[in-house]
């Protein structure tokens, strides 16, 4: 099965940026998703990216994150810019073969 761990996370202002790595262990990475989950909410749906590189975003965060993958190093990021508050939470990269991950923290202070 293939093994996903995330990375980058951080305490960051509004207005700044991160980049978040997913990184496969076990198996070759392929359509790949991140998710995020704020405090007391449901985990929703940020970005894919197919094993093509077409890609996919929510409309909340479509122009501000950017979803890559570099085949060699096995691994999906994720570029955030202009960082807001509500983006606030812990991010997961997620496919079709893996389990869930524990995910890497991003908080947006105001």
């Known amino acids: 099965q293939v093994q996903l761990v995330e990375s980058g996370g951080g305490l960051v202002q509004a207005g700044g940026s991160l980049r978040l790595s997913c990184a496969a262990s076990g198996g070759s990475i392929k359509t790949t998703y991140w998710y995020r989950q704020a405090p007391g909410k449901q985990r929703e749906f940020v970005a894919v990216?197919?094993?093509?590189?077409?890609?996919s975003y929510s409309d909340s965060v479509r122009d501000r994150f950017t979803i890559s993958r570099d085949n060699a190093e096995n691994t999906v990021y994720l570029q955030m810019t202009s960082l807001k508050p509500e983006d606030t939470g812990v991010y997961y990269c997620?496919?079709?073969?893996?389990?869930w991950g524990q995910g890497t923290q991003v908080t947006v202070s105001a």
């Open positions: 997620k496919t079709v073969a893996s389990s």
């Open positions: 990216i197919s094993s093509g590189g077409g890609t």
